[in-house]
């Protein structure tokens, strides 16, 4: 259940109570694929660094241990040992990424597996059973992503199909959340919005799936090659025919900056690997832009990566220190890193959330953006 509690413009402060706890908004959720962060992230350190939702990825689960095994373990939240919120999305983006792969018809998708190349069908009911087997707090419905190059027509029909797919997808997930050994019979659903970057095709889709009440509404098919301009357009142009009254999902963004302007249109969940994979880099965030610890002014460094940094690397090691690890290959310098940018975006979102209590967010926004040299 979602609770608004304040609005500043369309920036919304939300509660979204689930039965793994209650969820404080905006969020930036933290990506765990293969039901474990890039970069040798424990669970502790996740409850460690203020993690609220971890998210992974239903088409990796689904190939790799496989949803049957998991659901014989007692369920994503038990195999990996943390008892939090946890994102499932459908695999509806492999559709995307793995275009050689795949074969998209009404039924479903028929996928080659890109680890052994074994034939897989996903198609909503299969999604739906697979994330039901893992027991996450929130599974997504499944959906093409179309490539925001694609032509009108093309993104028409994918729409249109996309809408049918989520009707089957929520009466799949009422028949699982009723049977009697289903690990999370408190599952909820959340529909994705597509159109690639046709505003029109995109509102008329948004207002077609906000009639179905579901327990919250994504917008996908971004930062899949289009502008930034054209995703902030699409945002502006779509959320308000989102229901306020449910959270809105944007799903693989983004940069701190994408994050601040998502937040001012309406947003409330965000995902992506950006922090991990630019800290797994020597890539890392601070409140005065990005600093890359590989560069050779870092060598005698003995600063932290961000004074007054309260995550793990920044209580006790220093640039110069991690840039050798780095350097020397050792995971802990990776791991340092990765722990080191996901905090930094979990306080940002903890910074962001206050501004909003406090009315305030507008001049946080401008304040940030100037710090981190963001125009």
């Not at 209650?22 to 969020?27: F, G, K, N, S």
Request: aromatic fraction near 8%.
């Amino acid at each position: 259940m979602y609770r608004l509690l304040k609005q500043e413009g369309r920036a919304k402060r939300g509660e979204f109570t689930t039965v793994h706890g209650v969820i404080q908004t905006p969020v930036f959720m933290n990506v765990g694929t293969v039901a474990a962060i890039k970069g040798a992230v424990s669970t502790e350190d996740l409850e460690g660094i203020k993690t609220q939702v971890e998210l992974s990825n239903t088409y990796h689960l689904h190939v790799r241990p496989g949803d049957k095994l998991i659901k014989q373990m007692g369920g994503l939240h038990k195999f990996m040992s943390w008892n939090k919120p946890i994102l499932t999305d459908s695999g509806g983006f492999q559709v995307f990424s793995l275009a050689k792969l795949r074969q998209i018809k009404e039924e479903g998708v028929y996928f080659n597996s890109h680890i052994d190349g074994r034939k897989i069908f996903m198609g909503p009911e299969e999604s739906m059973q697979i994330q039901s087997n893992l027991g996450s707090t929130i599974a997504m419905a499944f959906d093409e992503c179309p490539s925001s190059k694609a032509d009108r027509k093309y993104v028409q029909s994918s729409v249109e199909r996309t809408t049918r797919w989520l009707e089957r997808c929520k009466t799949e997930m009422k028949r699982l959340n009723g049977l009697e050994d289903t690990v999370n019979p408190n599952q909820m659903l959340f529909g994705i919005n597509q159109g690639a970057i046709y505003t029109d095709i995109r509102i008329e889709h948004a207002k077609r799936i906000s009639e179905m009440d579901l327990d919250g509404y994504a917008v996908g098919g971004l930062a899949v090659g289009e502008t930034h301009e054209e995703m902030y357009h699409v945002l502006d142009e779509v959320v308000p025919y989102l229901p306020v009254n449910k959270p809105t999902y944007l799903m693989g963004v983004g940069t701190p900056a994408n994050i601040l302007e998502g937040v001012e249109r309406g947003v409330d969940f965000f995902d992506c690997v950006y922090p991990s994979r630019n800290g797994r880099h020597g890539h890392v965030y601070t409140n005065h832009g990005k600093l890359n610890l590989f560069n050779q002014q870092y060598e005698l460094d003995g600063r932290p990566i961000e004074e007054g940094c309260d995550c793990p690397a920044c209580r006790r090691y220093s640039r110069a220190y991690i840039r050798h690890l780095l350097k020397a290959k050792e995971m802990l310098g990776m791991r340092l890193c990765v722990l080191h940018n996901l905090y930094f975006y979990n306080t940002m979102m903890e910074e962001i959330r206050a501004a909003l209590d406090e009315g305030r967010f507008a001049q946080y926004k401008k304040d940030k953006l100037n710090g981190m040299n963001i125009e």
